[in-house]
């Protein structure tokens, strides 16, 4: 069994910083691509970052390139995403999608529940 857990959202003033954690537990060989996604109020969800096996990080919301950064801990099984200097259009449910290897050999696809992050004064 695989689970995938979000955490370190909260409520943030605009201008402010958080960091992200998602962490894949079980039956985990090593991970794969993870990806972190948002859906902000009445929106679509939108992919935000994805990071590879290699480490190689990508972000693909525009308005957050200069802002936003995705980095992993493979020792951990975790994957971070980085915000500065967040606007309360950044305010959404945040959450990840994470491929494993699985100790038995086969390839595990899987979402978190999600973090809430609210930019609000």
């Known amino acids: 069994q695989v689970q995938v857990a979000e955490s370190g959202g909260g409520l943030v003033q605009p201008g402010g910083s958080l960091t992200l954690s998602c962490t894949a537990s079980g039956r985990i060989s090593s991970l794969r691509d993870v990806g972190w996604y948002r859906q902000p109020p009445g929106k679509q969800r939108e992919l935000v970052a994805l990071?590879?096996?290699?480490?190689?990080?990508?972000t693909n919301v525009d308005s957050a390139e200069d802002r936003f950064s995705a980095f992993r801990d493979n020792s951990k099984n975790t994957v971070y995403l980085r915000m500065n200097s967040l606007k309360p259009e950044d305010t959404a449910i945040y959450s990840c999608n994470a491929e494993v290897w699985l100790t038995t050999g086969g390839l595990w696809n899987g979402w978190g529940r999600g973090t809430q992050v609210t930019v609000s004064s």
């Open positions: 990071t590879t096996t290699s480490g190689t990080a990508t």
